[in-house]
C-alpha cells in the first residue's frame, strides 16, 4: 500500500491538495490521508504499513517547521519520500538539510504537482532496490538508500553505510550497473551518493554524516555537471 500523507495547516490548501492528488493516476493501491498539524500525523503514521509520500509545508501554524519534522519522519519511515510545498521561496535552501524528492512553489502547484508524485514514486522503487554482494563467501543484501558511498582499496571496494561497512572484491563497474542512477563515480576511488550529499564543492563532496568523498580533476566537470543536474530536477 502507497499512503500519500499531506501536512498543511490551511485547511482550504489542504482539502484542494487532496483534490488534486485524487485526480491523479498514481498507483493502483494508495490512500490520501491530511493532517494540520505534526504530532497526529506521525502519530496515525506509525500504525500503517506499506511506503509513504509526504506532502509538507515548509512552514506551518506558530512558525512550526515542517523541515524539522521531516528530519523526525527520515527516521521513523525510511521507505518513504518528501515534497516541500511553499510559498516562501526564501526557505528553499534550508531542504538542504533533509532528503526531499521535490520542491514545490505553491502559485505553481497545478503545473507541478503531477510531476512531483510522479518522481516520488519513482524515487520509491529505487528504494526498494536492493545490492546482494559476496563478503566472505556468504551473500549480503544491502538497501541502496542506505549506502553513502563506495570506495576502492586495492582490490576491494569498500560499501559504506550509515552503520556498517562492507568488504567485496567486485569492481565499482558491476557494482554501478546494479544501483540506482544516483550513485555516481566521483574518483579512481570513490563513487558517491547524490541522495546523502550536504555540500559540492570543486574538490570534494561533504556528506550528510560530515563526511567528505574526494572529486579527482578528470572527473570534476562531469561530475559537477552530473550534480547539477541531480538537484535542479527536484524543482
Same mark, same amino acid.
Given at each position: 500500500?502507497?499512503?500519500?500523507?499531506?501536512?498543511?495547516?490551511?485547511?482550504?490548501?489542504?482539502?484542494?491538495?487532496?483534490?488534486?492528488?485524487?485526480?491523479?493516476?498514481?498507483?493502483?493501491?494508495?490512500?490520501?490521508?491530511?493532517?494540520?498539524?505534526?504530532?497526529?500525523?506521525?502519530?496515525?503514521?506509525?500504525?500503517?504499513?506499506?511506503?509513504?509520500?509526504?506532502?509538507?509545508?515548509?512552514?506551518?501554524?506558530?512558525?512550526?517547521? *515542517?523541515?524539522?519534522?521531516?528530519?523526525?519522519?527520515?527516521?521513523?519511515?525510511?521507505?518513504?519520500?518528501?515534497?516541500?510545498?511553499?510559498?516562501?521561496?526564501?526557505?528553499?535552501?534550508?531542504?538542504?538539510?533533509?532528503?526531499?524528492?521535490?520542491?514545490?512553489?505553491?502559485?505553481?502547484?497545478?503545473?507541478?504537482?503531477?510531476?512531483?508524485?510522479?518522481?516520488?514514486?519513482?524515487?520509491?522503487?529505487?528504494?526498494?532496490?536492493?545490492?546482494?554482494?559476496?563478503? *566472505?563467501?556468504?551473500?549480503?543484501?544491502?538497501?541502496?538508500?542506505?549506502?553513502? %558511498?563506495?570506495?576502492?582499496?586495492?582490490?576491494?571496494?569498500?560499501?559504506?553505510?550509515?552503520?556498517?561497512?562492507?568488504?567485496?572484491?567486485?569492481?565499482?563497474?558491476?557494482?554501478?550497473?546494479?544501483?540506482?542512477?544516483?550513485?555516481?563515480?566521483?574518483?579512481?576511488?570513490?563513487?558517491?551518493?547524490?541522495? %546523502?550529499?550536504?555540500?559540492?564543492?570543486?574538490?570534494?563532496?561533504?556528506?550528510?554524516?560530515?563526511? %567528505?568523498?574526494?572529486?579527482?580533476? *578528470?572527473?570534476?566537470?562531469?561530475? *559537477?555537471?552530473?550534480?547539477?543536474?541531480?538537484?535542479?530536477?527536484?524543482?
Amino acid at each position: 500500500m502507497l499512503n500519500i500523507i499531506i501536512c498543511e495547516d490551511d485547511s482550504k490548501q489542504r482539502l484542494m491538495l487532496e483534490e488534486r492528488i485524487k485526480q491523479l493516476h498514481i498507483s493502483e493501491h494508495h490512500a490520501v490521508f491530511s493532517f494540520g498539524e505534526a504530532g497526529t500525523l506521525i502519530q496515525f503514521c506509525s500504525h500503517l504499513k506499506g511506503d509513504f509520500i509526504f506532502l509538507m509545508d515548509i512552514v506551518l501554524e506558530n512558525d512550526a517547521s *515542517g523541515i524539522e519534522i521531516v528530519q523526525r519522519i527520515d527516521t521513523l519511515f525510511p521507505h518513504s519520500v518528501t515534497i516541500y510545498i511553499s510559498a516562501y521561496l526564501d526557505r528553499v535552501t534550508d531542504i538542504f538539510e533533509t532528503r526531499h524528492c521535490y520542491f514545490i512553489y505553491k502559485p505553481e502547484l497545478d503545473m507541478r504537482l503531477e510531476r512531483a508524485m510522479k518522481k516520488a514514486v519513482e524515487q520509491l522503487t529505487n528504494k526498494k532496490r536492493t545490492l546482494t554482494i559476496q563478503a *566472505g563467501g556468504v551473500d549480503i543484501m544491502i538497501q541502496s538508500e542506505e549506502i553513502l %558511498w563506495i570506495e576502492r582499496i586495492k582490490r576491494y571496494s569498500l560499501i559504506h553505510t550509515k552503520t556498517e561497512t562492507y568488504r567485496t572484491s567486485e569492481s565499482f563497474s558491476v557494482l554501478l550497473e546494479r544501483l540506482p542512477a544516483t550513485f555516481k563515480q566521483c574518483h579512481r576511488c570513490f563513487v558517491v551518493n547524490f541522495g %546523502w550529499v550536504k555540500k559540492h564543492t570543486r574538490t570534494e563532496f561533504i556528506m550528510k554524516d560530515e563526511q %567528505w568523498v574526494p572529486i579527482s580533476r *578528470g572527473y570534476s566537470k562531469k561530475i *559537477g555537471e552530473e550534480f547539477q543536474q541531480y538537484v535542479y530536477s527536484a524543482y
